[in-house]
């Protein structure tokens, strides 16, 4: 059977925000904001607002054990409004906020396969068709929305369908959860062989970055700026995003022309060179470049070459531990953002450790990431597998 999705729910509950609550205040409630939605569908529940909320609002817009929280209002140019999570705790003071809105299903529809449904249209970009922009915010055309058929199989086929996603979302995030282990080893070893970059616990003599230096500089924006970027192309052009800690990524990365990388010789990047940003957000994030493939910085983010009196992934990993990330974010200057100076980071107090020490650390290092990029494919092929189920699962195809 197919029907409007509106036939199968009760009247969407709008959210509330409430009122600030006093320190001697005990009563209290939580409040999940788009904040708590992860891409993921679940809900983080580390950074809960607590807020006074009335009584009477509360008896008719307390979540329940198996409601569906919609995004009404938010997304971004780049990610729609409407994003979802499922509420999956037995809990009676928790409401959503008043950019959200809870969906409550009757009987003849599993509230977790409408969950997924609504998940995958937003994945899929169907709720961009819904939404209109004010303002610069998105609004969720909510009722027009909820208007729309889905297709609704018998219900023991319905629960059948939602074991199915539930055992492939499980085995992606497992497959996540394993990735993440063997990078906390990694900053494990780190501190059992270096010890605490900033108490120095095993008394390694301590040395300026700037003598392990043949080259400390950021990048630019081309002339021309953004114009100039492409689409495609065999020069990249790395920005702070692509920067992430311990790894690079070239999700979104630009690229230049052979007349604008020739035009930035200084910033170009060679193999093996420790790339840091320096300023926003994610300043202190830091990664090699592992790659031979022509590329240049913008003016956010630092090339660190090294000569070959220390190793670079043992001054990657030293960056990136979290005493060192603390020291960087407690040094930042700028009026308007955060930011390192050359200066700083020439002035980076290294420890210097035997030389063979550094290597026997990099050659861990590099069996581990083997060991990551065999399980990083696994993750790869887990997410196809998923995706498949679900484009099967609301076409019938799963019985």
């Not at 290294?350 to 581990?368: D, G, R």
Request: charge should be positive; proline fraction near 3%; glycine fraction near 4%.
């Amino acid at each position: 059977m197919i029907d409007k999705i509106s036939n199968h729910i009760y009247n969407p509950i709008s959210g509330d925000w409430g009122d600030d609550i006093n320190d001697a205040d005990d009563s209290f409630t939580f409040v999940l904001r788009t904040t708590n939605f992860t891409n993921i569908g679940k809900i983080d529940y580390s950074d809960v607002v607590k807020r006074n909320i009335d009584y009477k609002v509360l008896e008719k817009k307390l979540l329940k054990y198996n409601d569906i929280i919609i995004e009404k209002s938010g997304g971004s140019d780049k990610i729609p409004v409407g994003r979802v999570v499922f509420f999956d705790i037995d809990k009676s003071n928790y409401i959503c906020n008043n950019f959200t809105s809870i969906i409550r299903c009757k009987n003849t529809l599993n509230s977790k396969y409408l969950f997924y449904y609504l998940y995958q249209n937003h994945k899929q970009n169907t709720t961009a068709y819904y939404q209109n922009k004010t303002t610069g915010i998105r609004n969720l055309q909510l009722k027009r929305y909820l208007d729309t058929d889905i297709p609704i199989p018998p219900l023991p086929q319905q629960e059948k369908i939602v074991k199915v996603l539930d055992i492939s979302s499980a085995l992606v995030e497992k497959q996540k959860e394993l990735l993440k282990k063997y990078d906390l080893f990694l900053k494990s070893k780190f501190i059992e062989m270096f010890g605490d970059p900033i108490s120095n616990p095993m008394g390694w003599e301590v040395v300026k970055l700037e003598k392990f230096t043949t080259l400390v500089s950021s990048g630019s924006t081309p002339k021309g700026g953004q114009s100039v970027y492409l689409d495609e192309g065999e020069i990249r052009f790395i920005r702070s995003q692509n920067v992430r800690m311990n790894k690079m990524s070239y999700d979104g990365i630009y690229y230049i022309s052979e007349e604008v990388y020739t035009k930035m010789k200084r910033t170009q990047v060679q193999y093996n060179d420790v790339l840091l940003n320096i300023t926003g957000a994610s300043i202190g994030r830091t990664a090699i470049y592992k790659d031979k493939t022509r590329a240049n910085v913008n003016q956010h983010v630092c090339i660190i070459r090294l000569n070959k009196q220390l190793n670079n992934v043992y001054l990657n990993y030293f960056i990136a531990t979290d005493s060192f990330q603390n020291k960087i974010i407690s040094n930042q200057s700028g009026a308007t953002r955060e930011a390192l100076n050359f200066t700083q980071i020439k002035k980076f107090d290294i420890f210097y450790p035997p030389l063979e020490l550094q290597n026997k650390f990099a050659s861990i290092v590099e069996k581990v990431e083997i060991i990551k990029e065999q399980e990083t494919k696994k993750l790869q092929h887990l997410r196809v597998l998923h995706k498949s189920l679900m484009d099967k699962a609301f076409k019938g195809e799963i019985q």
